[in-house]
């Protein structure tokens, strides 16, 4: 019996994975910087360095996020138009040019205009990964696909939160060179990117250049489950600190209480992508939002912290279900086509998911208490996983195996000009 070659393994298109890591490591260096650079550094150093209120650096976040989010649709347009290498080299131009401009802030509003900048340069890097190893994914593996390079990502964003807040103690010319540094390697990295999409539509030109609107029907029934998904996360993430002391948990009660959800939900997700790439995504979607709502309930009733580890796993193993099960439900509903300037639109509401969050989980906490944002999470999740079961016809997915919707594809390899 004779070997099968290595590639033959991966659940990538041949000559396609090359373009899948370029991809990931650009938008990781992007993320790299983002993430420490708002999330650690202005925050200790802008009264400091910049001589400005405090609440300008949750202004400046507010502004690089207002602008990544609007950006991110016609982002999209744009790579299904052009293709990702030279949608996210501007991009990353966009992002190099913004924060060289840092020496030079001496107000609030110069600020604001260079973190709406930086948003405006960091949108193509999220649509152009996700589509490209969408489209590189062999039929059957979409879901697991993007999930590994989605969550890939995470550590580098959290080494850029500690690196940043270490460096808050340096000198100014340490944090700008890194940044510098680090958007300038996501920059050369772009040049490295496909010029083309590795899917091409065997349609006319118009079919190919149909707008998101032209999508409408496609992209509604897909809208709740992006909103729902940052939302739930973003109602409670803002809060745990604050209110774990409620349900008599300490700083490593806590800490403990985030490995089990997240081991939880990274040890299934091998076992919970398989059946949403098995033409379940909807199933999955429905069944992880379902899980969600039991462990946010859960906490809404604050029972005794042992059971509090239990309802944890509930919700990591809610969130295995959903994060692969979104994924295969996108990948397999979006016509191939017309998907970068489609995906565009679903993560600019994802994005509002996540700069909504966390107002309404305050709300919800200073009306309610510790209950309150949970309780709000609980229902929601409930909302969204039986409007999947209700509205169920509405999803027309391929089968694996199958070709995008509304049009016959053919794979090439990626990078060829």
């Known amino acids: 019996m004779s070997r099968r070659p290595l590639r033959e393994h991966l659940p990538l298109r041949p000559g396609t994975a090359g373009g899948v890591l370029v991809a990931g490591l650009t938008l990781a260096c992007a993320e790299f910087v983002r993430s420490g650079l708002y999330g650690a550094y202005l925050t200790q150093v802008i009264d400091t360095r910049f001589h400005l209120p405090v609440a300008v650096a949750g202004a400046a976040w507010t502004s690089h996020m207002v ?15 052009f293709g990702p290498r030279r949608v996210a080299f501007a991009g990353a131009a966009v992002s190099l040019l913004a924060l060289s401009l840092l020496p030079l802030v001496h107000s609030a509003w110069m600020l604001l205009l260079v973190a709406a900048l930086h948003g405006i340069g960091f949108s193509p890097m999220w649509p152009a990964a996700m589509n490209l190893t969408a489209d ?7 879901g697991r696909v993007l999930t590994v ?7 580098l964003t959290g080494l850029g939160f500690m690196v940043y807040g270490a460096l808050a103690r340096r000198p100014d010319v340490w944090a700008l060179s890194l940044a510098l540094g680090m958007l300038s390697l996501s920059l050369m990295m772009s040049l490295l990117l496909p010029a083309r999409r590795h899917v091409e539509a065997a349609g006319d030109d118009s079919e190919r250049q149909r707008r998101p609107r032209g999508l409408l029907p496609t992209l509604l029934p897909l809208l709740p489950a992006a909103l729902m998904q940052t939302l739930t996360q973003a109602l409670i993430g803002n809060w745990l600190f604050r209110m774990a002391p409620k ?6 009660d806590l800490v403990a209480l985030l490995v089990v959800g997240g081991a939880v939900a990274f040890g299934s997700m091998p076992f919970t992508g398989r059946i949403a790439d098995r033409g379940r995504a909807r199933l999955a979607v429905t069944v992880g939002y379902a899980l969600v709502a039991l462990g946010m309930a859960g906490f809404a009733l604050m029972p005794p912290v042992w059971a509090l580890f239990l309802l944890a796993a509930c919700i990591g193993l809610g969130y295995a ?9 996108v990948a397999q509903t979006l016509p191939e086509a017309q998907r970068p300037a489609a995906w565009g639109v679903l993560m600019t509401v994802e994005n509002a998911g996540f700069a ?35 509205f169920r ?24 000009d």
Not at 67 to 81: N, S, Y
Not at 321 to 329: E, K, Q, V
Not at 403 to 412: I, L, M, N
């Open 67 to 81: 602008a990544d989010t609007l950006m991110r649709g016609p982002a999209g347009g744009l790579i299904q138009r």
């Open 149 to 155: 390079v989605s969550t890939s990502v995470m550590p």
């Open 321 to 329: 279900f959903l994060t692969p099960g979104w994924a295969a439900l």
């Open 356 to 390: 909504a969050g966390p107002l309404l989980g305050g709300l919800a906490l200073q009306q309610v208490g510790v209950r309150g944002p949970f309780a709000l999470g609980a229902i929601l999740a409930l909302m969204t996983s039986l409007g999947y079961v209700v």
């Open 136 to 142: 590189a994914a062999r039929p059957g593996y979409e």
């Open 247 to 252: 349900f008599g948990l300490e700083y490593w």
């Open 393 to 416: 016809r509405h999803f027309q997915s391929r089968p694996p195996g199958a070709g995008g919707v509304q049009a016959d594809t053919s794979v090439k390899a990626g990078g060829a």
